[in-house]
């Protein structure tokens, strides 16, 4: 069964860095274009970060071009989020989610607070 478990999420102060990860298993990793979404209770899920299946491209929402970071390390099924340079309005929970044109797969989150 396909699986996306994400980790790194914490508390932080502004200004500060932090670094998420998400490992997949169960899936081809490697065919799937990987994204990190984030949500805060009452508003709609945010796209953050895309990185197609091959790492060869990267997108991000404006409001963090420049201060975040996705990669991607498909021998070990993996991907990252770095994040600098922190703001309180980072505060949210961020998902995983793994995309082809099959299948559209999330995980549990994890949740990130940027407060002083």
């Known amino acids: 069964q396909a699986q996306l478990v994400e980790s790194g999420g914490d508390l932080v102060q502004p200004g500060g860095s932090l670094r998420l990860s998400c490992t997949a298993s169960g899936l081809t990793f490697n065919t799937y274009n990987m994204n990190w979404y984030r949500q805060v209770p009452g508003n709609e899920r945010e796209l953050v970060a895309h990185?197609?299946?091959?790492?060869?491209?990267?997108d991000y929402a404006d409001s963090v071009k420049g201060r975040f970071t996705i990669s991607r390390d498909n021998s070990k099924n993996k991907v990252d989020l770095q994040m600098n340079s922190l703001k309180p309005e980072d505060t949210a929970k961020y998902y995983c989610?793994?995309?082809?044109?099959?299948?559209?797969?999330w995980g549990q989150g994890t949740q990130v607070t940027v407060s002083s």
């Open positions: 989610n793994a995309r082809n044109y099959y299948f559209d797969i």
């Open positions: 990185i197609t299946s091959n790492g060869y491209s990267t």
